[in-house]
């Protein structure tokens, strides 16, 4: 199986996602352009508690194009971890979500031309070291909103100040699959936890020791 990370960021930097029901537009896409059969972007959709409800997904049988193993939606792009299901899955995925939210988007904001700054960046997972850290990665995105742990990728700059705070902001976010890794119900029907359980194991508890040693190395840091 290859592995992928999949990004792609709004023209010029602009919001991609300007309200909640963006948001959950750009789920309930993952969910219903995941399917080898042409997909209808009128079908009408809901939420109930935490995951999508549709006609289309109770009644439709579906053939999948990729697994989706992560994902995170930022204010101006979004980080998807991806493996293929057959033949130019994800291309064909990625092409339809992409093509599909932008679309639904202007109609809602009267816009017109491009949304997306260009083809969607795809990165293969291929070294153990990148294995083991993407999905923390994904996960770790909205503490750039989180005061005090702006600078979450710099170690040596005060990234990591407490690793207590960051987990809980990080299981306050809605909009990435951490919560369905951890056991809170957000969007399972997008998602494929499987392969990274196993990897990983108790999924909180790795990502949890991980910024624990980031806030470690700060605090020897501060010795020196």
């Known amino acids: 199986m290859e592995l992928w990370h999949v990004l792609n960021r709004g023209v010029d930097g602009r919001h991609i996602f300007m309200d909640d029901r963006d948001y959950l537009r750009f789920i309930h896409d993952l969910y219903e352009f995941n399917d080898i059969t042409p997909a209808d972007s009128n079908v009408g959709y809901r939420f109930k508690s935490r995951d999508i ?45 992409n093509v599909g939210y932008a679309k639904s988007f202007n109609e809602k904001y009267d816009r017109v031309g491009t949304l997306f700054q260009g083809r969607t960046k795809k990165i293969l997972i291929e070294r153990d070291a990148h294995f083991n850290y993407i999905l923390h990665y994904i996960h770790l995105n909205p503490l750039d909103y989180s005061p005090g742990a702006e600078l979450w990728r710099e170690r040596a700059h005060d990234g990591i100040m407490s690793a207590k705070r960051a987990l809980e902001y990080l299981g306050q976010y ?29 999924y909180e508890k790795s990502l949890s020791a991980y910024l624990s040693d980031a806030e470690a190395d700060l605090a020897a840091m501060r010795l020196e």
Not at 182 to 200: W, Y
């Open 53 to 97: 409800v549709s006609p289309s997904i109770q009644n439709k049988r579906r053939k999948r194009l990729v697994q989706i193993h992560g994902w995170c939606l930022m204010k101006n792009h979004y980080h998807l971890l991806l493996s293929g299901l057959i033949e130019n899955g994800i291309s064909l995925f990625l092409r339809k979500l």
């Open 174 to 202: 809605r909009w990435s699959s951490y919560s369905d890794y951890t056991g809170k119900k957000n969007f399972p029907s997008i998602l494929t936890t499987s392969f990274f359980r196993g990897a990983l194991g108790d």
